[in-house]
């Protein structure tokens, strides 16, 4: 079956500093897309970033970057230079390659951005 | 303009009355979702359809129906609303190209069950 777990359901970083959230997913399919949505306290789904399980290099959009390992069936978030606006719920997620193309959620990371 | 949008934003109902929650795109997109997520868990698929024609259950579809309209509109339908159908309710949307990988969610739909 497939399944995605975060087990940090919360998380603290100092403002400016960098910050991880842990992700392993469990497929037996080779072929798999993960993502990373940011929900803010208003709701909406913000995606961030997504990684082929092809991609040979780790993916990266400004201040975001994936930490894809495949062997270890990890796909860990890491956000450089923290920002007050980075608090909110981070939730990593799976696209099976079955005619669906549904999205499969861990339970979510609530991060909080000290001052 | 957002490119999905879903009415009502926010609903309080009570138990027993029928609801509807729908939603529209602008993106041209085949596939449209329904997904519902609860305190302290991720999203969960209620629903999915390819197009006007295809309708295919979720993990989580039990008293729940969808309509597509239209290509553009995919409408969610509590017949019987109860208390624990109290969700944030999201639609998505994502090309049927394979390559093409983004899910566009709309604002979500706030439900209450009284």
């Known amino acids: 079956a497939q399944k995605i777990t975060q087990t940090q359901p919360g998380m603290f970083v100092q403002e400016k500093e960098a910050v991880t959230l842990d992700c392993t997913y469990d497929?037996?399919?080779?072929?798999?897309?993960l993502f990373w949505y940011k929900q803010p306290s208003s709701g909406e789904m913000i995606f961030l970033i997504y990684?082929?399980?092809?991609?040979?290099q780790n993916a990266t959009e400004g201040r975001y970057s994936l930490n894809f390992q495949k062997a270890r069936k990890s796909a860990n978030l890491v956000i450089s230079a923290s920002q007050l606006g980075d608090s909110a719920m981070y939730f990593c997620?799976?696209?099976?390659?079955?005619?669906?193309?549904?999205?499969?959620f861990g339970s979510g990371t609530r991060l909080l951005v000290r001052p | 303009d957002a490119d999905v949008t879903q009415t009502p934003r926010n609903r309080i109902t009570k138990t027993g009355k029928r609801i509807m929650l729908e939603c529209s795109q602008t993106?041209?997109?085949?596939?449209m979702y329904w997904y519902r997520q609860d305190p302290g868990l991720g999203l969960r698929l209620i629903y999915y359809?390819?197009?006007?024609?295809?309708?295919n259950k979720g993990e989580i579809s039990d008293g729940y129906s969808v309509s597509r309209q239209a290509q553009a509109k995919f409408s969610l339908s509590l017949e019987s609303a109860i208390p624990n159908q109290t969700a944030l309710y999201f639609c998505?949307?994502?090309?049927?190209?394979?390559?093409?990988?983004?899910?566009?969610f709309g604002p979500g739909t706030r439900l209450t069950v009284t």
């Open positions: 998505a949307t994502s090309d049927g190209d394979r390559t093409a990988y983004e899910q566009y």
């Open positions: 497929t037996s399919d080779p072929s798999y897309g």
């Open positions: 990684q082929g399980s092809y991609d040979q």
């Open positions: 997620a799976m696209r099976v390659w079955d005619s669906s193309y549904k999205l499969i």
């Open positions: 993106k041209g997109h085949d596939r």
């Open positions: 359809s390819f197009d006007v024609k295809d309708i």
